[in-house]
């Protein structure tokens, strides 16, 4: 039986790896296209050239392939997203916006994060009330990636940061009256320029 397999393994090295190929289609990201790329070549080759059929010589062009794959799979960015950051786990979805794709309620409902990965459609619900479908959301709580708890972005009110923020942005713009009455606002104080003596 073990014979029969090596007698005919550049055959089984192309099955496996179009196989791979194949879980890759239906779970891109995990990487397998590299390996399956490598298997797949190893085993062409040891059918089309039966003299390199030999178990050594399949193992070395299945590492060599292996490795222009990696190279290339790497150099490209066949996926996208090459020098952007990735959501390493759950808790870095906090704070991710999105939009709701089926209505929100506090039972269920799904939304689809900007920048939620390859699959960025997630289950959510809301801790009060009803999101409707295409409003803005914001992740508050990931939830372990599971079910996420949004919020609409319209709903969350102001804090005390966007408070303060408003109140200096008002007096910066509040009139005053200098020495001899007339208003002026703070606003322009930083476009006048200041005066000179005029010589003459």
Do not use: W
């Not at 196989?19 to 062409?44: C, D, F, K, N, R």
């Not at 089309?48 to 299945?62: D, E, I, Q, R, W």
């Not at 292996?66 to 990735?86: I, M, N, S, W």
Request: net charge negative.
């Amino acid at each position: 039986m073990i014979e029969v397999l090596f007698e005919n393994m550049p055959l089984v090295l192309l099955a496996t790896g179009l196989v791979l190929m194949g879980l890759e289609a239906l779970s891109p990201g995990a990487h397998l296209i590299v390996i399956g790329i490598a298997l797949v070549g190893a085993g062409l080759i040891g059918m089309l050239f039966p003299p390199a059929a030999n178990l050594l010589v399949l193992a070395g062009l299945t590492l060599a392939i292996g490795l222009v794959a990696t190279y290339v799979y790497r150099e490209f960015d066949f996926y996208g997203g090459k020098g952007t950051p990735q959501t390493s786990d759950s808790e870095s979805l906090a704070g991710t916006t999105g939009y709701v794709t089926k209505t929100v309620t506090n039972r269920g409902g799904e939304v689809k994060l900007e920048q939620g990965g390859f699959a960025p459609y997630y289950s959510a619900r809301t801790s009060s009330g009803t999101i409707e479908e295409g409003e803005e959301i914001i992740v508050l709580d990931p939830g372990g990636g599971n079910v996420l708890t949004v919020e609409s972005l319209g709903s969350i009110g102001e804090d005390e940061i966007d408070r303060a923020l408003a109140r200096d942005s008002s007096n910066a713009e509040e009139p005053t009256v200098d020495e001899t009455g007339s208003a002026e606002s703070n606003a322009d104080d930083s476009i006048r320029e200041p005066e000179t003596e005029k010589s003459g």
